[in-house]
Structure formats: structure tokens, C-alpha cells
């Protein structure tokens, strides 16, 4: 059983350190990439960019993921996840996850010590600790927090909007009738309430694990005092020479 990972790639700047980091988690790899975001990477088996449309105006990061899942092959019994281009992982956490069989797994979050929108916050950047299936909704797992079933990802759409339709043909607002949207589903919150529903037996919450999320966001995490484990260790900056003056020694 292997482990892909799906990120909807923006910051070039990054590519470096990506590649640093994925390259010892054992998985495959996947940069979503519009040609604007195009960045040439090492040619490497685990390495598997994917060009994506450009993305018109009103469209999110998860149009990208829809885009791979209608054009790639998906292993069926492999788990695959989704993270932005600045998340990583408490260090074996990947070997944990190939040790599961349920549908869906969900792991714990940590974003840091500060967040960056709020330098002079005294409570710090948020923990998000998932101790049961209720609490699996909009706004509280995040993207990055769970992987699922090839099965699942293939059949079952990461970016999906039912327009409204009209029952008789008058615009709504000229008193129009009109349907109920049957089904929006268009950002990773969405994504995990429509796993609770569906597989509410079928999942596996790791609590004591955590992704790093926004690991690679400037300012995100400046000590290590406030760690949830002693014996983390974070990922380091490779190749990079544009973090400007929010690089910290932490991630010398």
C-alpha cells in the first residue's frame, strides 16, 4: 500500500525544500502545477508533477485536485491526501499511516507557536487535537488533516458545485421558484463532513499525531518551547535564499 500526496503547488520558492522533505517520507509525490506555477523538478520516480489547468476567476486550490482526479489512474487500496505547499509531518508519521486499513484517516494538528496575521497574539497559532468522529466538520480539519481511500477519491469528487435550477424558467429575482442546491462541495471542509456521512464507522483518528500545518510559513513557528512533544523535530529550509527577514534560526 503506498501513500500519495496531492499538493496544489504555488510557491516556487519552496520546491527546494519540498523536495528535501518528501523525498524521506516513502511517498509519491504529486505538484499540481498550472503552467504559470510550472517549476522544473528532479527526475525522480516518487516525483510526479502533474500540469493543471490554470484556474479561472472564483476558483479555489481544489479545482486542481479535481482536475487530477478525473485525468490520473488511482490505485484503489493506496491512501491519498491533500496539502498546501507549506504543510509537513511530525516525523514518522507516514510509517503510521501505512499501517491502517480504515477508509478515511484523520491525524491532529499543530500550526506553530504564532501565527503570522497576529504577531502580537500572547495565545499563538491554534491546535487542532481530533478526538472523535462529531467533531469532524466545517472550519475545525483542515486540509492536510486526513487521507482517504483511492476508491473514495476516484468516485467521489473533491470539487463539486450543483448550481441552482430555476422550476420555472423566471429568474430568481424577478419571483422566480427555484431548487435547492443539491450539493456543494468545494473547499477540504466540505470534503471530511462528506467522509463523516458516508463512512461514520469507517474511520481511524490518529489523535496523537499531528501535521505540521503552515509549517513553512514564514513567522509560523519561531521556538521550540511550546511543542506538544519533546521529541519533535522539524523540518529544515533547504535551498531557499528568499525567506526575507522572517527566517528564523530555528530553520537554519
Not at 22 to 48: C, G, T
Not at 193 to 216: G, Q
Request: charged letters at 30%.
Amino acid at each position: 500500500m503506498d501513500i500519495h500526496i496531492l499538493t496544489p503547488f504555488y510557491r516556487k520558492k519552496l520546491a527546494k525544500t519540498l523536495i528535501y522533505y518528501w523525498r524521506q517520507q516513502n511517498v509519491f509525490w504529486y505538484p499540481l502545477m498550472a503552467p504559470s506555477d510550472h517549476v522544473k523538478l528532479p527526475n525522480e520516480n516518487w516525483i510526479r508533477p502533474i500540469i493543471v489547468k490554470e484556474l479561472k476567476k472564483g476558483d479555489n486550490c481544489f479545482v486542481k485536485v479535481d482536475d487530477f482526479r478525473k485525468t490520473q489512474k488511482i490505485v484503489d487500496e493506496d491512501y491519498y491526501g491533500v496539502t498546501c505547499d507549506e504543510t509537513t509531518y511530525e516525523p514518522g508519521f507516514m510509517d503510521i499511516l501505512k499501517q491502517q486499513t480504515a477508509k478515511v484517516v484523520v491525524c491532529s494538528s499543530f500550526r506553530g507557536d504564532q501565527d503570522p496575521s497576529a504577531p502580537k497574539a500572547k495565545t499563538g497559532a491554534s491546535i487542532c487535537i481530533v478526538k472523535k468522529v462529531s467533531e469532524l466538520v466545517r472550519n475545525n480539519i483542515g486540509m492536510g488533516q486526513y487521507f482517504v481511500k483511492g476508491e473514495i477519491l476516484k468516485n467521489i469528487p473533491y470539487y463539486e458545485v450543483t448550481q441552482e435550477t430555476r422550476t420555472d424558467g423566471i429568474p430568481v429575482h424577478k419571483g422566480g421558484n427555484r431548487t435547492k442546491v443539491a450539493m456543494v462541495r468545494d473547499d477540504d471542509g466540505h470534503y471530511i463532513v462528506e467522509m463523516r456521512k458516508r463512512y461514520p464507522n469507517d474511520i481511524a483518528i490518529l489523535t496523537d499525531w499531528f501535521s505540521f500545518a503552515n509549517y513553512l510559513e514564514p513567522g509560523r513557528f519561531t521556538t521550540t518551547k511550546r511543542f506538544l512533544k519533546p521529541n519533535w523535530e522539524l523540518p529544515k529550509y533547504i535551498g531557499i535564499d528568499d525567506i526575507e527577514k522572517e527566517k528564523d534560526t530555528l530553520h537554519e
